[in-house]
């Protein structure tokens, strides 16, 4: 062997001696559940009845002859009251008023005695009159409409009168008979048109157990929304313009979640009593979660850290993979290395999420406890704070573009969402604030609030 080979030898020898074999092992790895915040918002909602559809269905029910009297034998009287032309409605606050045109038809018989022999005639006469007639409605503790009708002045604009000397007939009499009648009459109208097409307990019940099932909002950015409600008030029902209006406020739990499905409730809360309030103050908070995967991160951090080398003198190393998991609190970054040494350095540190800059960041970075020894043994040049400066601001990850997407094309959806046939979710998420990280085996969420509105409209319900 000549002297040229033995000097490839021993450097190839010296080269072989001079790199080292990590001996780390992997910390303990463990997670905490995740919890959602549980701050309730009221989401604003509406009901309205339609006056002109109410006068239509009472109308309906409620028109030619209203009241007939045709026993002439107990009072000397028969009475015909004929409504002479449809209703018209007026809203003032929860009460709804109109002014009633009737025509009054009257046979009055007439007696006395002729030679002590009765005699008795009959006279017939026609008139017509006005009656104020108001209808107050409220909600009942089962969520079904209550009206109280009541009849006030009335004006004759034609006062029945008979051709006939001597003869005069009752008109206080005659209208008493008639308007005590009618406020029967139009009480049990009033709430039969609305039996038959207002059923405000059915609606309810339909839209409390469907805002429980969550809603994918943003299939390209995986955005769910899900509404938990609580309770259900309502603030005194007041008229505005031709309608009448239910202002509801709904205490919920609102979640929404960015890279993770929401689930249905196992069981759905039932619809609460009804029960009415002086204020509804809106306090409009969503629980947010949003899930990165660590598939994603992964992905994010290869892409600027994979292949990066570190020298510290004449030695170095290159990063050939990096991969993360949890530690309770704590992340976990698993880096491969070869070249001086080759093997695997564990390191940890905090997570934390900066709202301003919308990026996810790693503090506190330092090797783990073990690798630490194991590198003290080993290849203690590692442990200068150069190669964690290095690697430390690669691991900022931005979610800017994720964040801003998920707002935008969410605002879109939440603009006149139908969540079933006469049910209209509106909403709009103005910004979300994230202070609080969770590690899970598969993703990190980021919990928080977004701020913004919702608001369920239900429309005209008669």
């Not at 026993?71 to 809203?91: C, L």
């Not at 009959?122 to 107050?136: L, R």
């Not at 880096?335 to 960041?361: H, R």
């Not at 964040?403 to 909403?427: C, D, P, V």
Request: glycine content about 6%; proline content about 3%; aromatic content about 8%.
């Amino acid at each position: 062997m000549n002297v040229r080979t033995l000097s490839q030898l021993a450097l190839l020898c010296f080269l072989f001696s001079c790199k080292t074999q990590l001996s780390t092992l992997k910390p303990d790895e463990n997670y905490i559940a995740p919890a959602m915040n549980t701050k309730p918002s009221t989401i604003a909602m509406g009901i309205d009845l339609d006056i002109p559809q109410l006068e239509k269905g009472i109308n309906n029910s409620f028109k030619g002859t209203i009241y007939e009297d045709n026993n002439i034998e107990d009072d000397n009287v028969m009475v015909k009251v004929i409504k002479q032309q449809d209703i018209r409605f007026s809203v003032v606050g929860s009460t709804i008023k109109c002014n009633l045109p009737l025509k009054i038809w009257v046979r009055y018989r007439y007696k006395k005695t002729v030679l002590g022999v009765p005699v008795s005639t009959d006279y017939e006469a026609t008139g017509a009159m006005n009656i104020d007639v108001s209808s107050a409605f409220s909600l009942t503790k089962d969520w079904k409409i209550a009206t109280a009708t009541t009849i006030g002045k009335y004006v004759w604009t034609e006062t029945p009168k008979i051709n006939a000397a001597g003869i005069n007939i009752p008109v206080t009499f005659v209208a008493d008979m008639a308007i005590k009648s009618l406020k029967g009459k139009i009480s049990s109208s009033i709430d039969k048109s609305i039996s038959d097409n207002f059923n405000l307990r059915s609606t309810m019940e339909q839209t409390w157990n469907v805002m429980q099932n969550p809603i994918n909002v943003n299939k390209d950015y995986d955005v769910w929304l899900k509404i938990n409600p609580v309770a259900l008030y309502s603030t005194p029902i007041v008229g505005v313009g031709n309608k009448i209006s239910f202002k509801l406020g709904m205490n919920s739990l609102i979640e929404t979640s960015v890279g993770s499905a929401l689930t249905a409730p196992a069981t759905k809360t039932k619809l609460p009593d009804y029960q009415m309030v002086n204020a509804i103050k809106p306090e409009f908070q969503i629980n947010t979660n949003i899930n990165v995967s660590f598939d994603k991160i992964t992905e994010l951090a290869q892409k600027y850290v994979v292949g990066q080398e570190f020298k510290e003198g004449r030695k170095h190393v290159k990063i050939t993979s990096i991969t993360m998991f949890g530690q309770g609190e704590n992340i976990v970054v698993v880096i491969n290395v070869e070249g001086s040494a080759n093997g695997t350095v564990y390191c940890i540190g905090k997570l934390q999420y900066d709202n301003q800059t919308q990026a996810l960041k790693i503090t506190d970075f330092d090797f783990e406890m073990k690798t630490r020894n194991a590198l003290l043994k080993s290849a203690n040049w590692l442990l200068h704070k150069n190669f964690l400066k290095m690697i430390e601001p690669m691991l900022t990850i931005s979610l800017k573009d994720q964040m801003q997407g998920a707002i935008t094309s969410s605002n879109s959806f939440l603009k006149s969402y139908q969540i079933r046939k006469g049910a209209t979710l509106n909403g709009n998420l103005n910004q979300i604030t994230l202070d609080k990280i969770t590690i899970t085996p598969h993703s990190i969420i980021l919990g928080g609030a977004a701020s913004g509105s919702l608001k369920i409209e239900l429309g005209d319900l008669l």
